[in-house]
């Protein structure tokens, strides 16, 4: 037998037991194929499940594999910022509206910050 309909087998065996207080085969042969089908239904809702499952599943994985490699980006981006590798242009200091730039981008470096924390499980 495949293995689909040992599976549906068991079914319908738990479907008889949890039913009746008799083997399948002491019961008419019309309740036997009523719970059969019902049984196959079962079967199809627990595939339909399981698929459903496996799906998401892989979604979460890639989800996971996605936030480790962006936090990796992240906690370079960070270092080389305080290796002073990646640094500030002061070329355009004297600038008037430089300051306030430049307040958004630090705003903007401590959103990647605390996103580094939060992926680590750290507190602020």
């Not at 738990?14 to 059969?36: H, I, N």
């Not at 270092?79 to 981008?105: C, H, N, P, Q, Y």
Request: with cysteine; glycine share 4%; aromatic share 8%.
């Amino acid at each position: 037998m495949s293995d689909y309909k040992d599976a549906i087998q068991a079914i319908f065996e738990e479907m008889v037991a949890g039913k009746y207080e008799c083997e399948y085969w002491d019961l008419p042969q019309e309740e036997q194929d009523r719970l059969y089908r019902e049984a196959e239904m079962a079967f199809v809702d627990r595939v339909a499940d399981r698929a459903d499952y496996l799906r998401k599943a892989e979604v979460v994985l890639k989800l996971k594999a996605d936030c480790d490699s962006l936090l990796s980006a992240c906690k370079l981006l960070m270092s080389r910022i305080d290796d002073g590798t990646l640094v500030r242009d002061i070329s355009k200091d004297g600038e008037i509206d430089w300051a306030g730039k430049m307040m958004e981008f630090v705003k903007e470096l401590h959103q990647v910050q605390e996103a580094i924390w939060n992926a680590e499980g750290k507190q602020l």
